[in-house]
């Protein structure tokens, strides 16, 4: 097999279930730059029923030039700049740190497709395997933001949310080695 890419694939279905086409302004997931509110560039919806909203997504693909070959996985985590918004007078620290935490839940989840990918280095199919694993990895992603989301209260329950920031914390640091 020559190359085989996923990336386009995974960023239409993403695409599709977040209903919004994603910017060409986003942001890669990184330790050492926290989201701002500044990050939030989109035009807030008028009329509608959302106070904000923010957009992440996990992008990923592979790819092997032959079958003699190592598979080469990536994956990132990335946040939607012009999708992103929240009007001035509804941001708060506690709203923000609400947002963070949900961009490093994409995070964790991206970490764990890169620990499986890599504990699973197999003969087997890596179209199949990779579709295996992205769709697992998505349906533990949103499991885990439902959780999140009702345990915070949407973020209105910091007490939660600081929990909930403390151990996705946690467990971003026990998987270091997959952090890109």
């Given at each position: 097999m020559k190359y085989a890419l996923t990336t386009l694939c995974i960023?239409?279905?993403m695409a599709a279930q977040a209903q919004v086409k994603v910017s060409d302004d986003t942001l890669h997931w990184n330790a050492n730059r926290p989201l701002e509110w500044a990050d939030f560039k989109g035009e807030p919806d008028k009329g509608g029923m959302l106070e904000g909203q923010i957009l992440c997504m996990n992008i990923g693909g592979f790819k092997r030039q032959s079958a003699h070959h190592l598979t080469?996985?990536?994956t990132v985590s990335v946040f939607d700049r012009k999708n992103s918004w929240m009007p001035e007078n509804k941001q708060t620290d506690a709203g923000?740190?609400?947002f963070q935490v949900m961009f490093n839940i994409y995070e964790l989840h991206s970490r764990k497709m890169r620990e499986a990918y890599a504990l699973?280095?197999?003969a087997?199919?890596?179209?199949?395997?990779?579709?295996?694993?992205y769709s697992q990895s998505a349906n533990e992603r949103?499991?885990?933001l439902n959780m999140y989301k009702a345990k915070t209260k949407y973020g209105m329950d910091t007490t939660a949310l600081e929990t909930w920031r403390i151990k996705i914390d946690d467990q971003l640091?026990?998987?270091?080695?997959?952090?890109?």
């Open positions: 960023l239409v279905l080469v996985f990536k923000l740190k609400y699973s280095r197999t087997e199919d890596p179209d199949v395997a990779f579709k295996e694993k949103s499991y885990d640091k026990a998987l270091a080695e997959y952090e890109q």
